[in-house]
């Protein structure tokens, strides 16, 4: 059952849903516990199933056990499926190390993305961030040979600013920026959004519940074991004005007879044809919330409402994003 609109990604780019499965969770990252195996295999067929082909992936996610997932999910089905893959990031026990971003290891990473995909070419590649350890030139350049390689179909960036992502697209097409933004994370309305739409390139914009405060199911304070404690926008007072502002939004999707989590997914697909929620689901029953989440409309009153109260900086403290 194909539910799901398509949109080309980036300027006459592939079709991609409109609507992305982020499969991060699914693995250990920051040492999260490994969700279950079987139920992830089953969520990203049943995406596919129901016409949701961008899938997401890092080759750093469990290191590389989130792509040996996705590989036994398309197996068989390679077709249905559009991959993306970000490389780059280096952990070691759960903890972030740093960046390899030398075209040698580059062409490492891919190859073995590649075996634990169980696929020849990769649809989307993209270094997860830059840090300047090495020429810009020397990061893209080496994508377009893979490219030119048959390795990687189209060139991705991520977690990247304004000026960076005009001079990538200099050296070689972007055709997708990888982005978080939510109502509590607006911080890029002001450069890279106006920049990505004037060059033409696709926005995957991830954390749209802006690490679950937006699901409406926080309490303040939060359980001590709550990997969210690490940053600012949970802690203390933040949590409580920032938790106000969720009333809001809690309020409005229950007017209108839908989640808010619902609401967060639609605001994000409201912003543009050419943005694509990219939404974490390690369970299939997430499915026909998020799904139905695309349909939302909003009037102008509940835009200028969201708007207003959720106005950049409305929500306080931060997570990873403002780094
Ligand atoms: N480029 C980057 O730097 C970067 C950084 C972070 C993430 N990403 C990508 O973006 C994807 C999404 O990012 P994210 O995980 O940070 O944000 P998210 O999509 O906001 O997901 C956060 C949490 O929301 C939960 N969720 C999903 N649907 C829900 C619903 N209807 N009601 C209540 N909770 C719901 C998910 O739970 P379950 O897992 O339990 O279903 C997940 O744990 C990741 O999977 C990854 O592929 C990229």
Avoid at 232 to 253: D, T, Y
Wanted: proline content about 4%; some cysteine.
């Amino acid at each position: 059952m194909e539910n799901i609109t398509k949109i080309n990604l980036g300027k006459n780019g592939p079709l991609v849903s409109k609507l992305g499965l982020g499969c991060m969770r699914m693995s250990s990252v920051w040492g999260s516990p490994v969700n279950d195996e079987t139920e992830s295999i089953a969520t990203i067929q049943a995406a596919l199933d129901n016409g949701i082909n961008f899938i997401n992936t890092g080759d750093f996610y469990g290191a590389g056990h989130n792509e040996m997932l996705i590989g036994r999910a398309i197996k068989g089905r390679r077709d249905d499926a559009f991959i993306s893959v970000k490389f780059g990031a280096i952990f070691y026990n759960g903890q972030w190390l740093g960046l390899d971003l030398r075209p040698m290891a580059i062409k490492n990473f891919i190859n073995y993305s590649l075996v634990r995909l169980g696929i020849d070419t990769i649809d989307l590649y993209q270094p997860c961030r830059l840090d300047g350890s090495v020429p810009l030139e020397d990061v893209v350049g080496t994508i377009a040979d893979l490219i030119k390689e048959g390795k990687v179909r189209h060139l991705g960036v991520s977690e990247i600013t304004a000026d960076q992502l005009r001079k990538a697209n200099d050296i070689h097409p972007v055709s997708a920026l990888e982005i978080g933004y939510s109502l509590a994370d607006r911080q890029i309305e002001k450069d890279l959004l106006p920049t990505a739409k004037e060059l033409g390139i696709g926005v995957v914009a991830f954390a749209n519940t802006a690490e679950g405060l937006l699901t409406g199911n926080m309490k303040a304070p939060l359980a001590a074991s709550d990997y969210q404690n690490h940053f600012s926008r949970f802690q203390g007072e933040n949590l409580i004005k920032n938790l106000e502002k969720v009333e809001i939004l809690k309020n409005m999707a229950e007017e209108k007879g839908y989640t808010p989590t619902q609401l967060a997914i639609a605001w994000v697909n409201a912003q543009g044809s050419h943005i694509m929620p990219l939404v974490s689901m390690s369970k299939r029953s997430r499915l026909p919330e998020n799904i139905a989440a695309m349909q939302i409309s909003f009037t102008a009153d509940e835009i200028n409402t969201l708007n207003t109260q959720f106005s950049p900086g409305a929500i306080l403290g931060g997570t990873y994003l403002q780094r």
